[in-house]
């Protein structure tokens, strides 16, 4: 058998090997890295790989800890954990559902509009559902809502902070994409590609991001006029409704000035996405204490939190360089092309087989973990095809916005999950994800077929 074939079979071998142990339980990162480990040294024994590779890995584990672009991966998460303790998020849910409490439907509204907003201000999706799930939905199951409106509008407005900017998810696609199209384009004897930055992802993102956001409030709309019962009015005690105006206010400008801040200086090109970030953590600081919330007990605990949900993503980043070095240097990288180049149908279809493979991948995988094995993999054969990278990233980060929705290992349903009555069957919050799930897959159809959605206003930033 050739030296070549046999490369590529383990390389594929390698690639299902990491998902059954992962199936098993084992830790991703640890898993990533010891399972590539293994079939390096098995390739090494076969001649198909040679140990000396791994003198890159230094290099590699160097350039991220000094790339000032992922800097702003922890800055943000802390800005989100901040404002989780400044109540930011239980007074806009409190504001929001008396000022559309009174139609129908209009507690499902109020969630899904205060999951955009704290997408756009925190981005932590975790943060974001068991809030929600804390105070919104003991209301709405007190207001006759189906267990299964309720939990599915409030798992699919948390998971939100995975594409509307800023995200972390988009933070790594960016820098990821960055580098790989750079590399592609040389390649192909373009020494002076037009760069691709997080900023840009950033602004593609924004439209898909308010898509689904429409999306959602449309069948929450649909719900109130076809199914009225499943989502009732409730009535707001007229003491109530005198100072509502003044609370929305208070509830909404703290909120809204961060975005400005933080996302405004982004899109305007005043400020990188580290240089937004750190203003949004102070920012997010400055809220806490004009809250009177902020206290060493409360820095200490951001700051924990911080480093352990950025030591999480950053110890997979590792593990999955290992992969990325064995399953290259193996052959896997050209038993990819060759699949996706082969493909009738064209880049199109490729980008479709990919998306289809990670949607399935979402199933049993956290979002990080598909983007640190599937994308340095894919990337390079579909951008090689002339697919629009900012295009590419954004899609790609509606994709994998399932993932937190999609059993049995969708992440949302586990946070709601923890939060929820204990008479609340489990079963309800899986049937409510459905029809979210559904309008996902709507929108990332409505970008293949209108493109424009995600490329017009990175154009229009860019001049």
């Not at 902070?161 to 960055?178: A, E, H, K, R, Y």
């Not at 951001?302 to 193996?330: C, D, E, P, Q, W």
């Not at 990233?393 to 929705?405: W, Y």
Request: net charge negative.
């Amino acid at each position: 058998m050739e030296t070549i074939l046999i490369g590529e079979i383990l390389a594929g071998l390698m690639f299902f090997g990491i998902i059954g142990f992962l199936l098993l339980g084992f830790p991703v990162a640890f898993t990533l890295a010891g399972v590539s480990l293994a079939f390096g040294l098995v390739g090494l024994s076969l001649g198909v790989f040679d140990i000396s590779n791994f003198g890159a890995l230094p290099n590699r584990y160097i350039g991220f800890m000094t790339n000032e672009v992922l800097v702003a991966v922890p800055l943000f998460i802390f800005m989100g954990v901040m404002l989780e303790r400044s109540n930011i998020a239980e007074q806009l849910l409190m504001t929001m559902g008396k000022l559309f409490g009174t139609l129908r439907g209009g507690l499902g509204i109020s969630v899904i509009v205060v999951g955009a907003l704290l997408a756009a201000s925190t981005g932590v999706v975790g943060a974001t559902v068991v809030t929600m799930g804390l105070i919104s939905l003991p209301a709405m199951l007190r207001a006759g809502y189906n267990p299964k409106v309720a939990t599915g509008v409030i798992c699919a407005s948390g998971t939100l902070g995975q594409i509307v900017p800023p995200s972390t998810v988009l933070i790594f696609l960016g820098d990821m994409l960055s580098g790989i199209n750079a590399q592609v384009q040389m390649t192909k004897g373009n020494f002076a590609p037009v760069p691709v930055s997080v900023g840009d992802l950033f602004a593609g993102a924004l439209l898909p991001g308010l898509l689904l956001v429409g999306l959602y409030l449309s069948f929450m709309i649909f719900k109130a006029v076809t199914d009225p019962s499943s989502c009732p009015a409730v009535e707001v005690p007229a003491d109530e409704k005198g100072s509502l105006l003044r609370e929305v206010c208070v509830a909404l400008l703290p909120p809204l000035i961060l975005i400005l801040l933080v996302l405004g200086s982004i899109l305007g090109g005043v400020a990188t996405p580290t240089e937004a970030a750190s203003v949004g953590a102070v920012g997010a600081t400055i809220l806490a204490a004009l809250r009177w919330r902020l206290s060493l007990t409360v820095l200490r605990e951001t700051a924990i939190a911080t480093a352990t949900i950025t030591s999480m993503v950053f110890i997979i980043l590792l593990g999955a360089s290992v992969f990325s070095i064995v399953f290259r240097l193996m052959g896997g990288d050209n038993l990819v092309h060759e699949f996706l180049g082969n493909l009738p149908g064209g880049p199109l279809a490729a980008v479709a087989v990919v998306m289809a493979i990670m949607f399935v991948l979402g199933f049993i995988l956290d979002t990080f973990e598909i983007i640190f094995i599937v994308i340095p993999i894919t990337a390079p054969i579909l951008l090689a095809l002339d697919i629009d990278p900012i295009w590419l990233g954004v899609i790609v980060g509606v994709n994998l916005q399932t993932s937190f929705l999609t059993p049995p290992f969708g992440f949302s349903l586990f946070y709601l999950r923890g939060v929820a009555p204990p008479d609340l069957p489990t079963s309800a919050i899986y049937r409510g994800i459905i029809p979210f799930v559904g309008l996902q897959v709507a929108a990332i159809s409505t970008l293949f077929i209108f493109p424009e959605i995600v490329t017009w206003l990175p154009t229009v930033l860019g001049g």
